[in-house]
């Protein structure tokens, strides 16, 4: 299992990273993001604690820890300076906060997490098939989440992932311990959204490919 979507309570997260990361690797994960919620307020607070925290795991830890962050409610035209200073200061993974149906997010926020080269968009909501196939082009994953509110729109997202030809990943956007799911759980969520029975596989398969891009071999 691989999850690159958290939060600890770094931001509004409960779990120290440390614990975060110790529950995970009790479940049999091979890799876990941290990808704590920034804007311009916080971003240079959080991702230098999680990128020591996170060297500090990769040297005495079985799973994989890759220091992230989650642009969040950021207006969009600011989003892409926000990605370029996350990676700056050391965040490895970039996750936008996406358009997501139970939350006020700001139009347009899609466009310009992808425009941006984010590495994923996360719950994006009712995302317009033109902004799938930007996603395909730039090379952005787009999120089938776990999360309650969230996930009401797997579904739309497989389908136009699909036509697309999108690359897809399964996230937990865990808050909380009961939050990380288990591959059966995993499982389920996946027949959720409508996809055949073999893109559990290739969900792993996605993560991978996104963590090798990024400089994490498994």
Do not use: W
Request: a negative charge; proline letters at 5%.
């Amino acid at each position: 299992m691989i999850d690159l979507h958290t939060h600890s309570l770094f931001s509004d997260g409960v779990l120290i990273p440390s614990e975060l990361v110790r529950r995970l690797e009790t479940m049999g994960y091979l890799a876990v993001a941290i990808t704590d919620h920034v804007d311009s307020s916080n971003l240079d607070h959080v991702v230098p604690r999680i990128v020591r925290v996170a060297e500090e795991l990769n040297h005495a830890q079985s799973v994989k820890v890759i220091p992230g962050v989650e642009v969040t409610h950021v207006p969009p035209v600011f989003i892409p300076s926000m990605v370029q200073k996350a990676r700056e200061m050391g965040a490895r993974l970039v996750v936008i906060h996406g358009e997501t149906i139970v939350e006020p997010v700001a139009a347009g926020t899609n466009r310009a997490g992808i425009e941006a080269g984010a590495d994923i968009l996360a719950h994006p909501g009712l995302i317009r098939p033109e902004e799938v196939d930007l996603a395909v082009r730039k090379g952005v994953f787009l999120e089938i989440t776990a999360r309650k509110g969230h996930c009401l729109t797997n579904g739309h997202v497989a389908k136009l992932a699909a036509e697309a030809g999108a690359r897809l990943v399964l996230n937990s956007d865990g808050h909380a311990p009961g939050d990380f799911m288990t591959e059966d759980f995993a499982r389920k969520v996946t027949q959720g959204s409508g996809l055949p029975s073999g893109s559990f596989q290739q969900f792993l398969s996605n993560s991978r490919l996104l963590l090798g891009g990024i400089g994490f071999s498994l």
